[in-house]
């Protein structure tokens, strides 16, 4: 009983923030995103170890108590319908920077699921594992699929398609990364510190209903433009709403300020591209593959920005070794 997989971070256009049902993990508002190709998380989950108690190591060392805590949750997610599950090893390595705003809890865990339920003598069917997914991650279930993927609110659950392939309109995404150090305030906890404290948060969840339907109906129609306006105000918007909390949330720094503005500048000038950030300092440039040189030169040449990490869109989680 043992299984290893691979899973993309995936960046939101429309983002979500904010939960409706903090046991569940139960996002408020539906999201819409884009899975990435170059960076990766790489799980292996071992159920035949001997081990006495599940156990996790993160890129070669072991993790702490409090992830080996959220990997154990996972684990005993799929216990309620294998209570004979054994305790778990559990190696993983990402090949970029934790924590850091980029989307590693989203690709982790996807990667985490994928490899248990593979190790499994009875897989479990896609509804589940979304719904195990989302419980450990909020956006993880959207790293099952690939290319462009919303996660969308049904009831008192959520599912999770590809609504477009990712050859069926190839985007490049170039990172600005600004800090390698992990971010300070957690998403959960930003998002409930948002919610319970921010006079821009009833706002935030009334127009998502509208951002999602302009994104999909550029996303259909292969508007650049369309889908470079709706991402923008999305993140915008969700920003607004967590710096207006009390205590304010700041997750840009001032590169990531400066990266904003030089997208806006090469837009101005005609180059195909948008920005998007999501809880942390790392600007993510949208772009068509003829602008992305263009892009990643010019991001680079700004100061505080540590390194520029170029990606296509990419596919869904899959198991590479059972």
Known sequence: MRATAIAHPNIALVKYWGKVDLTRNLPAVGSISITLDTLATTTRVDFDSGADSDQLFLDGDRASAERTSRVRVCLDLFRRFRPDLPAAVVESENSFPTAAGLASSASGFAALVTAVNAALESPLGADRLVEIARRCSGSSPRSLCGG???????????????????????????????????????????????????????????????????????????????????????????????????????????????????????????????????????????????????????????????????????????????
């Open 148 to 322: 462009f993927v919303e996660l969308a609110l049904v009831g008192d659950s959520t599912t999770v398609r590809s609504i477009l392939d990712r050859r069926d309109w190839p985007l490049d995404v170039v990172i600005a990364v600004t800090s390698k150090a992990a971010k300070t305030v957690g998403s959960t906890d930003g998002m409930e510190l948002t919610r319970t404290t921010s006079p821009f948060y009833h706002a935030w969840v009334t127009r998502s209903p509208g951002d999602l339907e302009a994104a999909r109906t550029a996303i259909a129609a292969g508007d650049f433009e369309a889908l470079a306006a709706v991402a923008e105000a999305s993140c915008l918007a969700m920003h607004a709403a967590a710096m207006a909390a009390r205590p304010g949330l700041v997750y840009w720094n001032g590169a990531t300020v400066e990266g904003l503005h030089r997208v806006r500048e090469l837009r101005g000038g005609g180059t195909p591209v948008f920005f998007t950030i999501d809880a942390g300092p790392q600007l993510k440039a949208v772009c068509e593959p003829g602008a992305t040189d263009r892009v990643a030169a010019a991001l680079a040449e700004i100061p505080g920005v540590v390194e520029v990490i170029r990606c296509g869109l990419g596919d869904g989680a899959m198991v590479v070794e059972a």
